[in-house]
DNA sequence: CGGCGTCTTGACATAAATCAACCAATGTGG
DNA sequence: CCACATTGGTTGATTTATGTCAAGACGCCG
């Protein structure tokens, strides 16, 4: 069907602005989606993941950049051939909607994490959301999360900085709640306290 | 066509997590859409004017609460007699999914603004978003901005307290970029500097 | 006119940012 | 094969933007 796309890691799929001219899947790797400021502050909209769908747009133009977190490959598709197919098969629209009904939601969700959580309550819900990620994936519990994106990327998830995301991360530690596995893999360890601390029942 | 629907200030329309039996269109008045965190946090996702569709959700069931800021007019239609009229008319498939990709894009930006906007960058969004929306509308310069919502909606908004709202307020008018015609009512006086304060290249 | 809720303003507290070392892993060239 | 540079991460000291707490002003409705 699409063209195979290979991206090393730091290499950018497209940037914000450029016309869209293409959509694209996630068969392999990870890539981080942001945004900037125009004096270069930025913020992280979203991870993706293999399986995952790129291609909502308004106006035939990318709202946000592209860049790969490590070696991942896509199968992309001609914007025009992908609108053909979307025309002559209607459940598909429906589904694209749905789509875009849910990551509006998770939209929804990240802006109460922006605008109303603590540092600690913003990593607890990060992991969490990572590990039922993974676990509607496979379809069971999951204790290892892999973090493939940088602390910095974090912190522009987040709305935090690099420095903060570490020492949260070294108090969810030191309380037990998880336990850094390698640098890019955590494993929950207190799942039920992490729950807590994520809705600011418990202060960690 | 769908039933009309009085709500009274303060009155609410649903709840989140209520289960969405019907879809709306905002005829008159103002609506507010917020979330809640366990302990009461609030965070205000969007304001709803006059034309504005309130349909899209997840599940069957609303992704938050909708309030009337003031006396509003909606028109309701079951959700069953909706679905079945999207089904029937492919066009209207591909408006609804315009339409969620268009508030996805909308939510990201938002995201920006909350994880990486100062007090003052998001005031200053703020009134220019509320500024450009008006602007659609009409199709035309605009210069007074209604503000059906409280300081603590704006706040809520805004990820601020509002305290911190009316101290930013008081800040931009002492520098003329804009002007308090009444407690619900801004004009603006200085358009090109709001737009340098929003993008982060003005300090005020 | 009086009381109540919202808004504003001020004094002070604090969570997170900033600034600055230091450390650990990784890669490079002698 | 080992100094050494480089990069990302951690930790500490200090600053700061915004939050919190408190008091007063304003405006609105009964």
Redesign the pocket.
């Known amino acids: 069907m699409g063209n195979q796309l290979r991206l090393g890691a730091g290499q950018p799929l497209f940037h914000e602005g450029d016309p869209a001219m293409s959509v694209f899947t996630l068969t392999s790797g990870a890539i981080k989606l942001y945004k900037l400021l125009p004096d270069g502050r930025r913020q992280v909209t979203g991870f993706m993941q293999p399986g995952d769908f790129l291609g909502i747009s308004v106006d035939d133009e990318h709202a946000f950049t592209a860049e790969a977190l490590e070696h991942s490959q896509l199968c992309s598709f001609p914007r025009s051939r992908f609108d053909n197919f979307v025309e002559e098969n209607v459940e598909v629209e429906r589904e694209l909607y749905r789509l875009a009904a849910h990551e509006l939601a998770a939209a929804q969700q990240q802006m109460v994490l922006l605008g109303r959580k ?3 309550e913003r990593l607890a819900s990060f992991f969490l959301a990572l590990a039922e990620r993974a676990e509607r994936a496979i379809d069971g519990e999951i204790r290892f999360i892999r973090l493939p994106m ?3 990327d974090i912190a522009d998830y987040l ?9 949260v ?2 108090l969810l530690k030191r309380q037990r709640l998880i336990r ?1 596995d390698a ?1 890019d893999r955590i494993e929950i360890l207190d799942r039920a306290s992490l729950e807590q601390v994520a809705a600011g029942d418990l202060d960690a």
Do not use: D, H
Not at 159 to 167: A, W, Y
């Open positions: 603590t540092a600690t940088s602390r910095s709305g935090l900085t690099k420095e903060t995301v570490s020492r991360l070294a850094l640098i």
